[in-house]
């Protein structure tokens, strides 16, 4: 009887070693990848298309690395990354301004229509300063940002005849950047996205995110947007279609409301531990 007892006593103790490592690691990898979003210099105030205030995330991003950098499973940084003859560039439309609008026309292949083509597609493009050429000083990241040798860099607009704002497709819908492969790889299930600008790569990747299943998180401080109107309006429509508008005082919050379901699931292990050592206690010295 004293062996039997013991021998369960000792297999109760190796299963509970297991299910504590394994929940522990749940908690602390989490799921959870940190976006950020073209923290680039053509985005800073003295960049090629610059935002206002654009540099004032940077601090609030390298907070919240700091914090929570154990809790991400991932941290991504995307770049804009243009051709110096980008279709979005005012300078490559004869007679239009920077931050006015143009129709581009595409078929059902993403092929942009110059000249006779089958139109399936029309798509209201604003046209940009030349910025974010790749291989350029202007398209680096910002210098101060706090960056690692482990996190990911997705590529985007790197299209010469189609823009894309989104860090997960191009405007069209038309092609996919390697960042839902990246946050698959992971079994990422929630992203945090900060980044520039918030009324529009950070919109639209939230958005994206969003229509893919993830749970998403905009750290609001911790982007800006390029006009008042549009990033009020782009704040809205991201309420409105169920993602999450934080501020980054929120972020010990959401980060025990991302880990919780790991933190439940480990403790939950204590009572069957002491219940396993009561009852082994009372079998072997009563």
Not at 164 to 186: C, I, P
Not at 195 to 214: E, I, P, Q, S
Not at 232 to 259: C, F, H, P, W, Y
Request: charge should be negative.
């Amino acid at each position: 009887m004293f062996y039997i007892v013991q021998r369960i006593y000792e297999v109760s103790m190796r299963c509970f070693g297991v299910l504590f490592i394994i929940t522990s690691l749940q908690v602390i990898s989490g799921r959870i990848a940190l976006l950020v979003i073209d923290v680039q210099n053509c985005f800073l105030p003295t960049g090629s298309l610059p935002v206002n205030d654009g540099d004032q995330v940077i601090p609030v991003i390298n907070g919240i690395r700091q914090q929570y950098d154990n809790l991400f499973s991932l941290v991504v940084f995307s770049q804009d990354w243009h051709c110096s003859d980008h279709i979005s560039f005012a300078s490559q439309h004869d007679g239009k301004n920077s931050y006015s609008t143009t129709i581009l026309q595409y078929d059902n292949t993403g092929k942009l229509c110059e000249s006779t083509c089958d139109v399936q597609y029309n798509l209201t493009q604003v046209l940009w300063p030349d910025h974010c050429i790749k291989n350029t000083t202007d398209a680096e990241f910002a210098v101060n940002v706090t960056r690692s040798n482990t996190d990911v860099i997705v590529k985007k607009g790197y299209h010469c005849k189609i823009d894309s704002y989104s860090a997960f497709f191009d405007n069209g819908g038309f092609s996919q950047t390697e960042l839902d492969v990246k946050l698959k790889e992971k079994d990422i299930k929630s992203v945090i996205i900060t980044g520039l600008a918030l009324d529009y790569c950070v919109f639209y990747t939230a958005k994206d995110a969003k229509r893919l299943g993830y749970n998403v998180y905009v750290v609001q401080d911790a982007t800006r947007g390029v006009e008042e109107g549009t990033t009020v309006s782009a704040v809205r429509e991201m309420k409105d279609q169920g993602i999450n508008i934080v501020q980054s005082s929120e972020m010990s919050r959401v980060m025990q409301q991302l880990t919780s379901a790991g933190i439940l699931l480990r403790y939950s292990v204590y009572p069957w531990y002491i219940s396993v050592i009561g009852i082994t206690h009372i079998l072997l010295y009563h």
